[in-house]
């Protein structure tokens, strides 16, 4: 059975979505293989997708959410958002959703200019992006 691109969007969202939750969440199963995992699924949307596509985007930012929340590594982790933004653009919907996870993430770190840069960004993005009775504006706005 061939798979249809629209198979292969939902599927990289599905691993994208669980990219971060393995990365985010420290008791998480596969928490010890997460950067593994990233990049298994950055390789998979590249190689289905392509590099132009914003679901490889997405897990290319999620490199760096890596980076960001185990490694602590920030100048490592602005390379791979750097990245992000090259392939769809500064003002992109899909990467406000790691920035607002990740102040979420370093929020409950009890970071709070960590998780200031992070919302910020997600904020920025959505104003730009999003009308403004969009429940995802409100939800940031209210972290």
């Known amino acids: 059975m061939d798979k249809s691109r629209e198979w292969y969007e939902e599927a990289a969202a599905s691993e994208n979505e669980y990219v971060r939750g393995v990365i985010l969440k420290p008791g998480h199963a596969e928490h010890e293989r997460a950067l593994e995992i990233a990049e298994?699924?950055?390789?998979?949307?590249?190689?289905s997708l392509g590099e132009d596509?914003?679901?490889?985007?997405?897990?290319?930012?999620?490199?760096?959410?890596?980076?960001?929340?185990?490694?602590?590594?920030?100048?490592?982790?602005?390379?791979?958002?750097?990245?992000?933004?090259?392939?769809?653009?500064r003002d992109h919907a899909i990467l406000a959703r790691s920035y607002y996870f990740l102040g979420v993430f370093w929020y409950e770190e009890r970071e709070p200019k960590r998780a200031e840069t992070f919302f910020g960004e997600a904020l920025a993005i959505q104003r730009r992006t999003l009308k403004t009775d969009d429940p995802a504006l409100a939800q940031t706005l209210v972290c």
């Open 40 to 47: 298994r699924a950055r390789d998979m949307a590249r190689r």
């Open 53 to 89: 596509h914003s679901a490889y985007a997405e897990a290319l930012q999620n490199v760096g959410v890596y980076y960001s929340a185990i490694e602590k590594d920030a100048k490592r982790a602005d390379e791979f958002f750097e990245q992000a933004r090259a392939v769809v653009g």
